[in-house]
């Protein structure tokens, strides 16, 4: 009877009392524990966040060197069909230079051929030359003493 | 001037050309002090050797210069001087140029086609041979096919040579210029050095007869021909000397304007081209008139001398193998 009325009015035992504050005090404990532990889980989890970032601007460079390279492997693909292209031509172009020797050598060989012809031609005008001065002067020679008695009193 | 061996072909002869008409002044005295020299130095060295001069048109009313020579050239006992006057008809009816007065290698080939020797030097009146030509030509060593050639030093004009000597010719003091040449024709001042057996000499038939309106460069021409005809060319390493540059350094200057005019022809002809001599060269069919012991005289005969156009003795390059 007396206990129920000391409840009522709110007064328990001490020992209940005591055992009620060593309660709160363990509930208390396990809270900052608990919130303790809620706290490291939150550090936790910006760390991770914080990777996973990284992670992620780490894959978007990744992506990126990845893009980058494709590129460079159809510049460099480009190149080398560029480079056969060119191979080709200077293979072509080889042969066409060598053609173009043999045919320069050739007309080499006509020019001089050509010069010489010349040389000779001018040679030969130059002796016909001479040879109608000199038998120009001796037709003039001997038409001039035939001439000159035609021009003679007759005795 | 003889062989030591009396009548028999000497090794060297030696053809050199003028006439008494005192071309570039003192011609004659210029010649006699250049061939008693010459001829000193190879008779000491033992090289059994004729001169033969040729006379080409000469001068009328003057003495011929061979009875000069005889004259002058009496103290060389026993030594064999043989000259060639040649009608002055023949220079006549040969030029294809009235400016030329002188074919000096038509000349040159008559004396050619007389020489007994086994090798013949073509040179010029006044050139003095050197102490290494002497000394090669005492060696003997020459080869038949090759055309010998050798750079001439000119010497100063005013250089004293009445008493010549290699001294005074070798010495650089008195050298003005030295004409150098280069192979393959070896071509600078080569009328007065060509050096090349008798036997070659007849297979060439000689110097351009065919181009007779001009005698530059005719000289130039013989070592085209060679070369082209295959034959070796050779610098025979001593030089020749000459005193002074010579008349044509004098006077090529008066034609630089004119040069059709001048009295050697027009230096500018195209003297790379090969020519062909008709068999009759060097006026080979032409008589002979004796004159004395040591000259003859080439009486005119419109048969010793070929057709006055010979075109086809201008070769062109793709017939020149045919030459040989």
């Known amino acids: ?155 | 001037m003889t062989s030591e061996a009396g009548n028999s072909a000497p090794f060297l002869t030696i053809v050199v050309t003028g006439r008494n008409d005192d071309f570039g002044g003192d011609f004659n005295g210029r010649f006699i002090r250049a061939l008693r020299f010459n001829h000193a130095q190879l008779s000491a060295a033992g090289v059994s050797h004729e001169f033969v001069f040729v006379e080409w048109a000469p001068i009328e009313k003057r003495p011929h210069l061979a009875s000069v020579l005889r004259e002058e050239l009496r103290d060389l006992v026993g030594a064999e001087l043989r000259s060639f006057v040649v009608d002055r008809a023949y220079h006549e009816a040969l030029t294809l140029n009235p400016r030329l007065q002188f074919h000096e290698f038509i000349a040159k080939n008559v004396g050619i086609r007389r020489a007994r020797g086994q090798f013949v030097l073509t040179t010029n009146t006044d050139i003095y041979l050197s102490r290494g030509v002497v000394n090669r030509l005492a060696a003997g060593t020459f080869e038949t096919g090759v055309l010998y050639r050798a750079a001439r030093h000119d010497l100063k004009a005013h250089i004293d040579v009445t008493w010549a000597s290699w001294e005074l010719l070798e010495d650089p003091r008195n050298c003005e210029i030295v004409n150098t040449i280069h192979p393959p024709c070896f071509t600078n001042a080569s009328g007065d050095f060509l050096l090349l057996d008798t036997i070659s000499y007849h297979r060439l038939r000689g110097f351009n007869e065919v181009y007779r309106t001009a005698k530059i460069h005719i000289d130039g021409n013989f070592c085209v021909k060679a070369h082209a005809t295959g034959l070796i060319l050779e610098d025979i390493g001593p030089p020749v000397y000459h005193v002074g540059r010579g008349t044509l350094h004098a006077q090529v200057g008066s034609y630089r304007e004119n040069p059709g005019d001048a009295p050697w022809g027009d230096i500018r002809w195209k003297s790379d081209v090969v020519y062909v001599n008709t068999p009759g060269w060097g006026l080979g069919s032409a008589p002979e008139r004796r004159l004395d012991s040591q000259s003859s005289f080439l009486e005119f005969d419109w048969n010793a001398i070929g057709p006055m156009v010979h075109l086809k003795g201008v070769v062109s390059p793709a017939t020149r193998k045919e030459i040989a």
């Open chain 1, 1 to 155: 009877m007396i206990k129920r009325a000391l409840r009522a009015v709110g007064l328990v035992r001490l020992v209940k009392y005591t055992a009620a504050v060593e309660q709160q005090k363990k509930a208390e404990l396990r809270a900052r524990k608990l919130a303790q532990q809620v706290e490291e889980v939150r550090a936790d989890s910006r760390g991770w966040k914080a990777k996973a970032e990284e992670a992620h601007d780490q894959l978007k460079k990744a992506q990126a060197t990845v893009a980058e390279s494709a590129k460079r492997a159809e510049r460099a693909e480009k190149l080398r069909v560029e480079a056969e292209h060119r191979l080709a031509l200077d293979g072509k172009r080889k042969v066409d230079l060598v053609a173009l020797e043999t045919q320069l050598e050739e007309s080499a060989r006509e020019l001089a051929f050509a010069r010489e012809q010349l040389m000779a031609i001018e040679v030969k005008l130059d002796i016909l030359e001479g040879a109608a001065n000199v038998l120009d002067g001796r037709t003039r020679t001997v038409s001039a003493q035939r001439r000159t008695p035609e021009r003679e009193p007759t005795v």
